[in-house]
């Protein structure tokens, strides 16, 4: 099989359906079938492309395999998600994965299903049309049928403003680091996970943040336990597990580093202020 940029399209009030994929083969009967509905369809054939053709397309649905070159599903689901101008599209994970956390990952990470390989092509078109419906009708649009019956109007992604590549960057790695309650995370944990270099991911924060990686997180983390020592009865210890701390005695003096104060005097403050 040929590896295409796009199949003809057809109407273009109908909606258009993102393929992303690296095993053209397994794609035959799939792409057959969606080619046999009134969608018009695209195909990438790794994540890198993928990405590119999904900001320059704002296709209304993406069906999105999980093990790719480049850049795997779970960090194109992650960029996509970053981006005001894609957020709002709906992902399809198409996996042969069986394990569950694998599962769960790419649904915590922004997809709306995860459908398992060797899949039926008509409960994944199935499935697709409910997801077309489901974002129609939380866009407001007019259509009633996923098929395009009715020609839908501007998508919530219609008149952002593009962001900078970079700023994507930063707010997946930021997302990402929330996932994980700003808990200590390696760089190269973190920037395989978002499909880019080490050094491509530290020059990003700096130019966006104007800090380093790990500034951010000792950052955020720090502003975490100060919110858990005013508003919250915990204990130290407890606080200091919850920023992620093996102990309390390192939590105390990282706090009274960043603070100039110990975590019960900062505490005390606020219990007298």
């Given at each position: 099989m040929n590896k295409p940029d796009a199949v003809p399209q057809?109407?273009?009030?109908q909606p258009q359906l993102l393929l992303v994929d690296d095993d053209p083969d397994q794609l035959r009967l799939l792409v057959e079938a969606?080619?046999?509905t009134p969608w018009r369809l695209s195909l990438a054939f790794d994540g890198m492309r993928g990405y590119e053709r999904a900001v320059a397309i704002m296709p209304d649905l993406i069906l999105l395999d999980v093990r790719m070159p480049r850049l795997d599903g779970f960090a194109l689901c992650r960029n996509l998600k970053a981006n005001p101008?894609?957020?709002h599209i709906p992902i399809l994970f198409l996996s042969s994965a069986t394990d569950v956390d694998e599962r769960l990952k790419g649904l915590r990470g922004g997809a709306v299903d995860y459908i398992l390989k060797p899949y039926s092509a008509q409960e994944v078109i199935a499935r697709v049309q409910i997801h077309l419906e489901l974002a129609g009708k939380a866009a407001g649009r007019t259509k009633t049928d996923a098929f395009g019956a009715s020609a839908p109007q501007a998508g919530p992604g219609a008149g952002v403003e593009p962001v900078d590549q970079?700023?994507?960057?930063?707010?997946a790695a930021q997302q990402e680091l929330l996932s994980h309650r700003f808990h200590e995370q390696s760089l190269a944990d973190l920037a395989a996970g978002l499909g880019v270099s080490e050094r491509r991911l530290s020059r990003a924060f700096r130019k966006v943040l104007g800090?380093?990686?790990f500034e951010?997180?000792?950052r955020e983390r720090m502003e975490q336990a100060k919110r858990l020592l005013?508003?919250?009865?915990?204990?130290?210890l407890a606080v200091s597990q919850e920023a992620g701390f093996s102990s309390a005695a390192n939590f105390a003096t990282a706090f009274r580093d960043y603070t100039g104060m110990t975590p019960s005097e900062y505490r005390r403050r606020g219990d007298e202020t």
């Open positions: 057809m109407n273009a009030e969606l080619r046999a101008s894609t957020a970079d700023e994507v960057l930063v707010r800090m380093t990686l951010y997180l000792r005013m508003q919250t009865a915990l204990s130290v």
